[in-house]
């Protein structure tokens, strides 16, 4: 999930203005990037957040299959421990094992000595559960600091973030959502969605009542109706990621 709200002087600046500071900080502070897309413009990158989930990610990887795609799961260990034949079934069917956390914590407010302890450990259990290497990372709410940046690099974890946002964590009618997921189908982009909903920022629990499987089925009819196909990060990475300035 993404914090909604932008503090002031950003939500000043209004859309025109934040895309044009985006771009400046992005050539300025490309090496120090996290992935948000590739160069390809028939994919994007599917990825689900929070998960594994018993009941949804069965239904998921049903829908993935009738679809013949690929996609990237971010998952967090606490969830993944818990249900590692579901972990197993997500690697088994092709699709990419990626970090989410031990759980769902903010890594800026451990410093950088404390999110690179915490994400080596979670690396090592999300790959002991996993049996495979896990490469990419995406921080919790998306929040991120330069220096918890630098401590999932130190980890060997490329971070990734995203292009777009389903806002999939807002209970909209089945409508509203696929609408903004449709929206986020951009050539060589980078989708946010979710196969389960940890509490947000504020501790309280979020419940959304739109089936979640049905939505993918809907939004991958869509993208083959126009020609995209839904990839893993990895496999929209092969030619060079896209990468922006991440730090909130």
């Known amino acids: 999930m993404s914090p909604r709200a932008l503090p002031g002087p950003l939500a000043a600046l209004g859309p025109r203005g934040r895309r044009a500071l985006r771009r400046t900080a992005d050539a300025a502070l490309r090496p120090f990037g996290s992935v948000n897309g590739g160069h390809d413009a028939h994919q994007v990158a599917v990825t689900f957040d929070d998960g594994p989930d018993g009941a949804e990610t069965p239904r998921l990887l049903a829908v993935l299959a009738r679809h013949g795609v690929r996609c990237t799961f971010f998952l967090l260990v606490d969830q993944a421990e818990r249900h590692p034949e579901l972990v197993h079934e997500v690697r088994d ?47 919790p709410y998306g929040l991120q600091s330069p220096a918890s940046w630098a401590a999932a690099r130190r980890a060997g974890l490329d971070v990734v973030v995203w292009s777009a946002d389903a806002a999939d964590w807002e209970d909209d009618p089945a409508d509203v959502v696929l609408a903004r997921a449709a929206a986020g189908l951009t050539p060589g982009g980078v989708l946010l969605l979710h196969e389960r909903l940890e509490p947000g920022p504020d501790g309280e629990p979020v419940h959304t009542r739109f089936d979640r499987a049905a939505l993918v089925d809907l939004l991958l009819t869509e993208a083959d109706e126009r020609g995209m196909t839904a990839v893993t990060v990895g496999e929209l990475s092969r030619g060079g990621p896209r990468r922006t300035a991440w730090f909130r």
């Open 93 to 139: 069917a092709g699709h990419e094992i990626a970090l989410h956390g031990l759980d769902h914590r903010p890594l800026p407010r451990m410093g950088h000595r404390g999110a690179l302890r915490y994400l080596r450990d979670a690396r090592r259990r999300l790959e002991a559960v996993a049996g495979t290497t896990v490469r990419w990372y995406r921080p």
